[in-house]
């Protein structure tokens, strides 16, 4: 669904840079800003949903009115709102990548909502993975890193419950960090009513 909502500058102060990523739940661009003469970096993941005309056709005709369709939409912004605020609780641990600041914004129309999130600019594990052989000392250390992420997790009584390479990142001095926390699961949830946990192929 075409974003709404995304207007220059994001946050106060940040530009685009770039697009890095997208997938089936949003995209992902390079964002900048400028003080004293110095230049800084950082992610942006934009989300909008629900994600396209038929979604919303479907919760339609299950919950037969528009308010009650825009009350559907509403509760999962809330539920984004929750993830978001745990994101911010695990923000400081080493192997779990930085959550710096959000803003959930509901459309003219009170159905559609985008969500955009500012996080630490780091390499995805796949882009890592594909550019460097990684050697038995590297598979130990991610091991070790994302054990750390899922120790800190337990101690909170948090089950990430996506642990997969899509949502491991690396930074510049070779550390893992462990991402996307519950982000495409709620948004799975916006899909027609159909409920998924996890990505199959990873377990739950």
């Not at 800084?40 to 005309?53: D, G, H, M, R, T």
């Not at 609780?89 to 914004?105: A, M, Q, R, T, W």
């Not at 882009?127 to 890193?145: A, W």
């Not at 510049?172 to 699961?185: P, T, V």
């Amino acid at each position: 669904m075409e974003e709404k909502n995304i207007t220059e500058p994001y946050f106060g102060d940040w530009f685009i840079e770039e697009k890095i990523g997208s997938g089936a739940f949003g995209t992902v661009y390079k964002i900048k800003r400028e003080d004293f003469g110095k230049i800084y970096y950082s992610a942006l993941k934009v989300i909008n949903f629900p994600q396209n005309e038929s979604d919303i056709k479907q919760v339609k005709s299950e919950l037969g009115d528009d308010q009650s369709v825009r009350d559907y939409y509403s509760n999962f912004a809330k539920d984004f709102s929750k993830e978001i605020e745990l994101m911010s609780e695990l923000k400081g641990n080493s192997n779990i990548v930085s959550f710096e600041d959000h803003k959930i914004v509901q459309n003219e129309d009170g159905i559609n909502w985008t969500i955009m999130i500012r996080m630490k600019l780091l390499t995805p594990f796949v882009d890592y993975q594909s550019k460097n052989e990684l050697s038995i000392d590297d598979i130990v250390k991610i091991g070790i890193d994302i054990c750390s992420a899922l120790e800190i997790c337990e101690n909170r009584n948090i089950i990430h419950r996506d642990i997969k390479p899509d949502n491991i990142f690396v930074t510049k001095e070779g550390n893992f960090k462990l991402g996307d926390f519950g982000i495409a699961r709620e948004l799975e949830k916006t899909m027609g009513g159909l409920f998924k946990k996890g990505t199959y192929i990873y377990g739950t």
